[in-house]
């Protein structure tokens, strides 16, 4: 073996259990009792620190190519590190949008050295959804579909567009990743809430109200059964959201994602953090937040994603009095364990129930089950190492996005990730990060 992990408590999905590790080669080889035989040239003492696999983000916008003042794979994956994920998925919504094989391409090139982390990337689809068995065989891990709430070129437009596009994505043997909505609740009651608004920040939830989440998330699971495609529903933010989800999921070939955010922070923060806590869908009443716990514990939900969306601290000054001067969009990524800690201190969550819902369970939904977000023999050793004993506060000074601010700061977390791993490679030790960007792009496994 190369490496040792001696003394470690090892969480998976169904468990936490005493074991030793041994890697060879980025991989996971060996699990053994406590103080077996293993032979390593370097052996790591875990004593009294948990073991969990690197955090698999379905969702994040790294904002590259085009708007890397906002954050650039190098900025975004960097945070993810520290933050303990060590896979993101990467969004098509950059500036140009990857419509096609060659816009791919370009961008994983553009990723390749610049990555610190593992990612995979997605796909847009445009209104003929004529380029996605070409993204396919480039290593699309899914065509992502927007219903409401987005701009015209990613806009599917209409019913007969969705079921074009989910006929497409389920012949390819693909998943449509949809974020729903209904663009005629959200553009109508944009344009007459903002015709008498004076721009406080209360004005703003309304436009996005949670019937406009229910329509989409029906619209997305009728057009799944109909086309037979897979379909990851993303963001469901509120009860109206869930209650139709838990209705149709099995009806057909459905999963669904929450942010941190939307199971952590209410609309309140709105007042408190003004533009910083501006985000589509919106932060809702506290009855929701709890309608999103009750739902990822049921499992009516499946995974957390962070939807990590990152702007500029001046873009987001300028709707300081005027909340519709500022773009929509919070950072997630370096927060996300944290968060996730959060909710296993409150006894929400058990670590098993976070490595479920933030690391095998994305890595299972999303082409990468037995490689990575599981602690198992032959998956990548992806490993962070998480001091449950110590508590700490989360700060706006310590965020390595270029968003320089989290909406957590001041939030008390139990359990620091104190050392990563990253195919056995050791990228992160108390907070710093070590040597250089090791990320890969990996392809999704076919099913
Ligand atoms: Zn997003």
């Known amino acids: 073996?190369?490496?040792?992990?001696?003394?470690?408590?090892?969480?998976?999905?169904?468990?936490?259990?005493?074991?030793?590790?041994?890697?060879?080669d980025g991989r996971i080889e060996a699990i053994v009792a406590p103080g077996g035989a293993l032979k390593a040239q370097r052996t790591l003492d875990a004593a009294g620190l948990h073991l969990l696999p690197g955090l698999v983000d379905a969702h994040v916008h790294l904002r590259e190519?085009?708007?890397?003042?906002?954050?650039?794979?190098?900025?975004?994956?960097?945070?993810?590190?520290?933050?303990?994920?060590?896979?993101v998925m990467v969004m098509p919504t950059d500036d140009p949008l990857t419509f096609t094989a060659r816009q791919f391409e370009d961008k994983r090139a553009l990723a390749e050295g610049q990555a610190w982390a593992d990612f995979m990337l997605q796909a847009a689809i445009g209104a003929q959804a004529c380029h996605v068995e070409e993204l396919v065989e480039a290593g699309a891990v899914s065509f992502e579909l927007f219903l409401a709430d987005v701009s015209p070129a990613l806009l599917v437009p209409d019913a007969e567009s969705l079921l074009l596009a989910l006929h497409r994505v389920a012949a390819a043997g693909s998943v449509a990743g949809i974020t729903p909505g209904d663009h005629d609740v959200v553009s109508k009651r944009t344009a007459a809430i903002r015709a008498g608004s004076d721009g406080r920040w209360q004005d703003f939830p309304p436009t996005r109200p949670p019937v406009s989440e229910a329509l989409?998330?029906?619209?997305?699971?009728?057009?799944?059964?109909?086309?037979?495609?897979?379909?990851?529903?993303?963001?469901?933010?509120?009860?109206?959201?869930?209650?139709?989800?838990?209705?149709?999921?099995?009806?057909?070939?459905?999963s669904a994602e929450v942010t941190p955010h939307n199971l952590l922070l209410d609309e309140d923060e709105l007042g408190r953090q003004g533009a910083n806590?501006?985000?589509?869908?919106?932060?809702?009443?506290?009855?929701?937040?709890?309608?999103?716990?009750?739902?990822?514990?049921?499992?009516?939900?499946?995974?957390?994603?962070?939807?990590?969306?990152?702007h500029l601290p001046a873009e987001k000054a300028a709707g300081a009095g005027d909340i519709w001067k500022a773009p929509g969009g919070i950072p997630g990524l370096q927060t996300f364990l944290p968060t996730m800690l959060i909710l296993v201190r409150q006894g929400l969550l058990g670590l098993p129930d976070l490595v479920r819902s933030c690391c095998s369970g994305p890595a299972q939904?999303?082409?990468?089950?037995?490689?990575?977000?599981?602690?198992?023999?032959?998956?990548?050793?992806?490993?962070?190492?998480?001091?449950?004993?110590?508590?700490?506060?989360?700060r706006d000074d310590d965020q390595l996005s270029k968003a320089r601010y989290t909406p957590f700061a001041g939030r008390v977390v139990q359990g620091v990730p104190v050392r990563v791993l990253l195919r056995g490679r050791?990228?992160?030790?108390?907070?710093?990060?070590?040597?250089?960007?090791?990320g890969r792009f990996l392809r999704p496994a076919r099913s």
Do not use: Y
Request: aromatic share 2%; glycine share 10%.
């Open 1 to 24: 073996m190369d490496i040792a992990i001696r003394n470690g408590l090892l969480v998976t999905s169904d468990r936490v259990v005493a074991a030793d590790l041994g890697i060879t």
């Open 65 to 87: 190519p085009g708007l890397v003042h906002k954050e650039g794979f190098a900025a975004g994956t960097r945070a993810a590190l520290a933050g303990g994920v060590t896979t």
């Open 216 to 254: 989409g998330i029906a619209r997305a699971c009728v057009a799944a059964r109909e086309s037979g495609a897979r379909v990851h529903v993303r963001q469901v933010s509120c009860a109206a959201g869930a209650q139709v989800l838990a209705a149709l999921r099995s009806s057909a070939r459905i």
């Open 277 to 310: 806590a501006k985000v589509a869908p919106p932060l809702r009443p506290a009855s929701d937040v709890l309608s999103m716990q009750q739902a990822l514990r049921d499992r009516v939900i499946d995974i957390v994603a962070t939807d990590h969306a990152p």
């Open 365 to 394: 939904l999303f082409g990468l089950a037995g490689r990575k977000g599981e602690l198992c023999i032959g998956a990548d050793a992806d490993i962070v190492f998480v001091d449950m004993a110590r508590s700490w506060h989360i």
């Open 426 to 438: 050791e990228v992160m030790r108390d907070g710093a990060l070590l040597g250089e960007p090791l």
